[in-house]
């Protein structure tokens, strides 16, 4: 699963190059990809965490894993509004920035 994370979050950073339809293509495609390998990590982070544990510091762990997800939802906010603040002359490689990142764990 974190190969397809990592596939689909390159794929969409680098090969969305050409005309509209293009574009919209490699990225529906790519995206999906993604979605496939976030969608496996997400239950199987949780379930990782807290193997071969006992009761009570598994469902801690399993906590953990949950609450840290949101932080990492918002952080591709903060990044664009970082970027567009910070980097204002390089505006076109904005969202190829943003959705390459999605390739760091």
């Known amino acids: 699963t974190n190969s397809h994370t990592v596939l689909g979050s390159l794929a969409s950073a680098l090969l969305s190059v050409g005309d509209s ?10 995206r999906f990809i993604l979605g496939v390998g976030v969608g496996g990590n997400y239950p199987l982070s949780a379930a990782k965490a807290s193997h071969a544990c006992g009761l009570h510091e598994a469902v801690q762990r399993a906590g953990n894993a949950f609450f840290w997800q949101a932080p990492g939802s918002i952080s591709p906010y903060l990044l664009g509004i ?9 505006q076109p490689l904005h969202f190829r920035i943003l959705l390459g990142m999605g390739a760091i764990p």
Request: hydrophobic content about 60%; glycine content about 6%.
């Open 82 to 90: 970082l970027l567009i603040h910070v980097f204002p002359s390089v």
């Open 21 to 30: 339809q293009h574009v919209w293509g490699v990225i529906t495609l790519s």
